[in-house]
């Protein structure tokens, strides 16, 4: 298990980069807020801000703390509304509003490149699953997504694709009583093996989404192990998108796997985090 240190460095160095872009000592951000030394211990990651000093911090550098330290939303350029609009609806868990917000025809016209398709039909399988429709409608978006491939280089994924091919393999496994990890072990295998394009956070899902799907199918100790994984893979892309989540199935997986004393301290690192960052977990 990660230790605290290391959940918090990625938002210590948010917070540095933020400060010095706007020209400002550590003196200067801790004015009326904390001491200058408590500032130096944030960017360093050794020292964990309670939700209002973090709030000060946030307000002091113009931040937002849902959107700005939060992880990026996929996004389609000629939309700039797009992706605040989906962030929201995601959010509130309006799904359904979701929907009608992409049915909007002035919205579909808009989509122009495979990239913009691409994130179109992963949010309308998504927002679909969501709100219960038959699954294979769902699916059948999701892998629209999946063919909007907009690189020709077959063994290689973007961040996006293994989100959509993540997406698609828990859709699969939430449908049967039949574990089948194929999918989720080929985008397992192409991150081990640096076989991905680019990074953004979405992908920290895909650890996500397996670790679940085990857990969903009583596989408790592989779904501890991904979910370990995940939180490594997480921190050292100095990121901390899905790490309350992952925490969560970490600690459900040691409860049932006669571990107290792991799912105690996975349970409080997942509400530290969730503390800091003003988020909600998912509940399973």
Not at 78 to 84: R, V
Not at 87 to 110: I, R
Request: with cysteine.
């Amino acid at each position: 298990m990660i230790s605290d240190t290391t959940i918090v460095t990625a938002l210590g160095q948010r917070i540095a980069l933020e400060r010095r872009a706007q020209h400002l000592s550590q003196k200067q951000l801790a004015a009326d807020i904390c001491s200058q030394p408590m500032i130096s211990q944030i960017e360093k990651g050794t020292y964990i801000p309670n939700a209002i000093l973090l709030a000060k911090i946030c307000q002091r550098l113009h931040l937002s703390i849902t959107n700005d330290l939060l992880h990026d939303y996929l996004v389609i350029d000629s939309l700039p509304e797009f992706a605040p609009t989906i962030q929201a609806l995601c959010n509130q868990h309006q799904y359904a509003k979701m929907l009608t917000y992409l049915d909007d025809d002035s919205l579909v016209q808009q989509l122009h490149r495979q990239i913009d398709l691409q994130t179109y039909y992963y949010y309308y399988g998504v927002a679909l699953f969501q709100t219960q429709q038959p699954v294979i409608n769902s699916l059948r978006y999701l892998k629209l997504a999946l063919a909007e491939t907009s690189h020709s280089e077959a063994s290689l994924w973007t961040s996006t694709e293994g989100l959509i091919l993540a997406a698609i393999a828990y859709i699969e496994q939430h449908e049967t009583q039949i574990i089948d990890t194929t999918k989720f072990e080929q985008l397992r295998t192409a991150l081990k093996t640096n076989r991905l394009l680019s990074f953004d956070e979405n992908i920290n899902s895909f650890y996500y989404l397996y670790s679940l799907s085990l857990f969903e199918h009583a596989e408790y100790s592989f779904a501890l192990l991904i979910a370990n994984e995940g939180i490594d893979w997480t921190t050292t892309h100095q990121s901390h998108y899905m790490l309350a989540d992952l925490f969560l199935v970490c600690a459900k997986a040691a409860e049932q796997l006669s571990q107290p004393s792991t799912a105690e301290v996975a349970y409080q690192k997942s509400e530290t985090l969730a503390t800091i960052f003003d988020i909600t977990t998912h509940s399973f």
